[in-house]
């Protein structure tokens, strides 16, 4: 069974025989909740490619710290994946980020597509891309990952164009796409980009402008996906022919 992981926000000065202390809300939970203690060996990551694992040394009611036993530093995983979400209908966002945290997504884009049922507007904009940030959180700590992705601010069609124009590859799901996504290249490093639609499908002038800016259009099958599914099993079935998954 895998240690249990919390994050810290620097990790930069730890060292062998050092101590790390952990307070706030994220120490709160592991003592009070998880009933963290002295001697149980745990893994802190700061979420940026470094992690280090040993023993807890003292608890209090928002403070732990832990005697270094040893320190990893991991490389960014390649190729890169950035995943433009269209923003989904009631929960389906947090949703969407949890499963595509979990596959390994690097980046994650809320898009504010035309025909997107929800919307994000002033205090609920707010809200809403903090939930879709402590998701990404939450579920990067429970697969156990090193480098943690990002949440980007919401983002305009413009704004997805230019990062369409400057992946290495991207890829807009789409269902009447005549190109298979099981036959697009994939590189071993570098950015892949993939766009998902809303609920209410892409419109064509949002297709048109991804592919005139380098964007190829592809299905996944016969079957019509959900926003917040169809995501994580395109990058699923990218990621199988890369290098991250053994490929």
Do not use: I, N
């Amino acid at each position: 069974m895998s240690l249990p992981v919390h994050v810290v926000d620097d990790l930069s000065a730890a060292a062998v025989g050092g101590t790390v202390e952990v307070g706030g809300d994220e120490a709160h939970h592991a003592v009070a909740v998880r009933r963290l203690a002295v001697g149980e060996q745990v893994r802190l990551t700061d979420g940026r490619g470094r992690a280090v694992t040993g023993a807890v040394a003292s608890t209090a009611k928002r403070l732990f710290t832990l005697t270094v036993a040893e320190v990893e530093d991991s490389p960014r995983p390649e190729p890169r994946v950035t995943v433009v979400q269209a923003l989904p209908k009631g929960d389906r966002g947090e949703l969407s980020v949890e499963v595509l945290t979990e596959v390994g997504v690097d980046t994650v884009v809320p898009w504010a597509a035309s025909r997107s049922v929800a919307v994000w507007r002033g205090e609920r904009a707010v809200k809403s891309y903090a939930k879709w940030a402590a998701t990404a959180r939450e579920a990067a700590k429970q697969s156990r990952r090193v480098w943690h992705p990002t949440v980007t601010p919401m983002a305009s069609t413009a704004e997805v164009v230019e990062l369409v124009a400057a992946a290495d590859v991207a890829l807009v799901l789409h269902e009447e796409a005549s190109a298979p996504l099981a036959e697009v290249e994939v590189p071993a490093s570098g950015t892949v980009l993939l766009v998902v639609g809303p609920e209410g499908g892409l419109a064509p002038d949002e297709v048109d402008a991804f592919v005139a800016a380098g964007a190829t259009s592809v299905r996944l099958g016969a079957e019509v996906l959900r926003t917040s599914t169809a995501g994580v099993v395109a990058v699923g079935a990218l990621l199988a022919r890369t290098p991250r998954w053994g490929a």
